[in-house]
């Protein structure tokens, strides 16, 4: 009996030291790794509050693979180049504005994003008229189709979507899907492999294999693109699934989606054939996925793909840029509002010099601890002057920053870590009076169904809520 004893409390302590040795070393790799603090001190708390369950997290969602490459510097600058051929138009015809050549050129240096000029932008501001007009583009297609979303559901709008691509494929146009691997896990395989055997070709961003891509769980590509042609392109907000049309149990789904006309659709072709290559590994860069387009104005964007790789974190830096350059005014919308330090200080700082910072937000959100997160930087938001909304007819989805009147950035990124840090994203920069005008109406538009925060009854919230609500703030890098 005391052999045993004697045996068990030694493998015990041996199990104990090997797992206070693995423990230690992790929390050394995180501090070696020079991440934000924001990001370090979450995930000590993780792993010294939960015994072996923190290692588990860490090994799902904690690895930094920003170092890692998943395309060679050749191949992207092979892929990117094809968007810049072709005639530009005159400088007097289409010229950026003086006050945002520095971000023309951060993300010209940072992510090879040219100007696309001449573009004509479709906005939609719901899930019906979205889908009516894929639905009408997709019927048009004579060549290609380029399909990738985030979440495609099979559901009654996404086997209308299947069922138009099947069709489409059978008639002899050639159609390829892209769908993020963890972000369709509820989606039975027979639904792609139905696709798969009408001739579609289909690919999963970044499967999830056991074990050998579990440390990729953690990203996700987010993006939403279409392309028909080359002519005709579709990117924003929505995904497909029923909820963008017939909403939720408690209100709309309000989102925002755009279909570009012209140039800017060989930036939309270019970002998928990226993510084609890095899951297919077949290179498609032939001109007839670049055709000659029509300049339909004077409108010029820039199309950033932002990622967990590569060595500049360019979306958050070009946000960053846009809100210190504000002047008058700064309306930003998004779902999830968990913003890096630097960006939460160039939020109170803009409100502070007396720009007009108003964000909006949903009121119910469909992540309660994403939700309680977001509120515990409102206070600090209020307290510099900026005004706060909270969207009440449903579940406000869109993701919108524009700016006095001349630029307005779109497309799939929220206002947090994981859109920042850890998403496959694609954004548009557009730099245009009349589109920022646009978007602004529609800003105010939405105002009309939001509560206005008034800040001293904000302040005076339960002291039990707010305590919960700075807790969850400690893993906003998390979530």
């Not at 899907?177 to 963890?182: A, I, N």
């Not at 300049?295 to 060595?311: A, E, K, R």
């Not at 007396?354 to 600090?380: C, E, W």
């Not at 105010?444 to 809520?465: G, T, Y």
């Amino acid at each position: 009996m005391f052999t045993n004893i004697s045996l068990q409390a030694i493998v015990g302590s041996i199990i104990f030291i090997l797992y206070c040795i693995t423990t230690l070393g992790l929390i050394l790799v995180v501090i070696t790794e020079n991440r934000n603090p924001l990001k370090t001190i979450p995930w000590i708390v993780v792993l010294i509050m939960l015994p072996g369950l923190g290692l588990i997290f860490y090994f799902f969602f904690g690895q930094d693979n920003r170092k890692q490459r998943i395309i060679s510097r050749r191949t992207y600058k092979r892929i990117m180049k094809r968007p810049q051929k072709g005639k530009k138009p005159s400088s007097d015809m289409c010229t950026v504005p003086d006050a945002y050549n520095p971000l023309v050129s951060l993300l010209e240096n940072s992510n090879q994003c040219p100007l696309l000029y001449g573009s004509k932008i479709s906005i939609y501001t719901n899930g019906e008229d979205k889908f009516n007009a894929l639905f009408e583009a997709l019927e048009q297609a004579t060549h290609h189709i380029h399909f990738q979303y985030y979440i495609f559901l099979e559901d009654e709008i996404g086997r209308k979507v299947r069922d138009v691509l099947i069709a489409k494929a059978k008639a002899g146009v050639k159609v390829r899907v892209l769908y993020d691997d963890v972000g369709c896990w509820n989606v039975k395989k027979r639904f792609f492999k139905e696709m798969k055997n009408a001739g579609i070709e289909v690919y999963a961003f970044l499967k999830v294999a056991f074990p050998i891509f579990t440390s990729k769980v953690n990203y996700r590509n987010h993006r939403k693109i279409v392309v028909i042609d080359g002519q005709v392109g579709f990117m924003g907000g929505m995904n497909v699934a029923d909820r963008y049309i017939k909403g939720t149990s408690w209100g709309n789904w309000r989102d925002t989606h755009f279909k570009f006309t012209g140039k800017g659709v060989h930036g939309l072709q270019s970002a998928f054939l990226i993510d084609w290559y890095v899951v297919s590994k077949k290179l498609l860069n032939d001109e007839v996925y670049y055709p000659p387009v029509t300049l339909f104005g004077d409108n010029i964007m820039q199309l950033l793909t932002s990622g967990p790789v590569g060595q500049w974190r360019t979306l958050l830096q070009a946000v960053i840029f846009m809100i210190a350059n504000a002047k008058k005014y700064l309306y930003i919308q998004t779902p999830y509002f968990l913003p890096t330090e630097g960006l939460n200080q160039a939020l109170q700082t803009a409100a502070l010099g007396g720009v007009d910072v108003r964000l909006m937000l949903p009121k119910r959100s469909d992540t309660k601890a994403a939700n309680m997160a977001s509120h515990s930087f409102i206070d600090d938001m209020v307290k510099a002057g900026a005004k706060v909304y909270f969207y009440e007819k449903g579940f406000l989805h869109s993701k919108l920053v524009v700016s006095d009147d001349a630029l307005a950035c779109i497309g799939s990124a929220n206002m947090d870590f994981r859109s920042f840090e850890h998403n496959f994203e694609i954004t548009a920069f557009i730099y245009h009076n009349d589109f920022a005008l646009q978007m602004k109406k529609i800003f105010l538009h939405d105002m009309q169904n939001c509560e206005k925060l008034i800040s001293s009854h904000w302040l005076k919230r339960p002291v039990r809520l707010r305590i919960a609500e700075s807790f969850m703030r400690l893993f906003s890098p998390l979530l």
